[in-house]
């Protein structure tokens, strides 16, 4: 009788947790770390796909702002753009193979709705932050970054004063 009973317990768990081990697949989180090792490895036809085609991008500017001064608009062009990116961070690697980089994102939040989700987290030191929002949608059953916005602050610097002319 004790055999039946774990048996048939055993048996009843299973859909639950082949249940949460799909959900777990279709879950945005496992695009956006299969995203982020990516990056890290700098594998760009890897890292590229997780973009949707008409997805769009705002770049904190590097190497002055005249290298990403308006928003990306398209695979393509996100493509071209992280391209800079990925040689510099090759480039300047002591690695000889991947990971290039250790992108290792702190205080994660993940916001679900029907077919589409949005991912934040933060990057960086104390004194030099960065903010990373991944807007992402499920199209044919994949996750798919729709947009993806990148700042960086310097904290320990004057934060500006908000006043009426903040906003024209």
């Known amino acids: 009788m004790l055999k039946f009973l ?4 055993g048996l009843a768990a299973c859909p639950i947790a082949v249940a949460q081990e799909a959900q777990e697949i279709d879950s945005p989180l496992v695009a956006v770390r299969g995203f982020l090792e990516a990056f890290n490895a700098l594998d760009m036809p890897t890292f590229i796909a997780y973009f949707a085609e008409d997805a769009t991008l705002f770049h904190p500017p590097f190497s002055g702002p ?5 928003r990306v608009e ?6 071209r753009s992280f391209q800079l990116a990925f040689d510099m961070f090759r480039r300047s690697s002591d690695k000889s193979g991947p990971p290039y980089i250790d992108i290792q994102p702190e205080d994660l939040l993940l916001q679900s709705f029907d077919d589409s989700a949005i991912v934040s987290f933060h990057l960086g030191t104390e004194s030099n932050r960065q903010r990373r929002t991944l807007v992402l949608r499920n199209i044919e059953s994949e996750w798919k970054i729709v947009h993806m916005h990148a700042s960086s602050f310097d904290a320990e610097g004057e934060l500006p004063t908000l006043d009426a002319n903040f906003v024209e």
Do not use: A, D, K, N
Request: charged residues 20%; without cysteine; hydrophobic residues 55%.
């Open 74 to 79: 398209g695979r393509l062009e996100i493509q």
């Open 6 to 9: 774990i048996l048939v317990f």
């Open 66 to 70: 005249e290298i990403f001064p308006s």
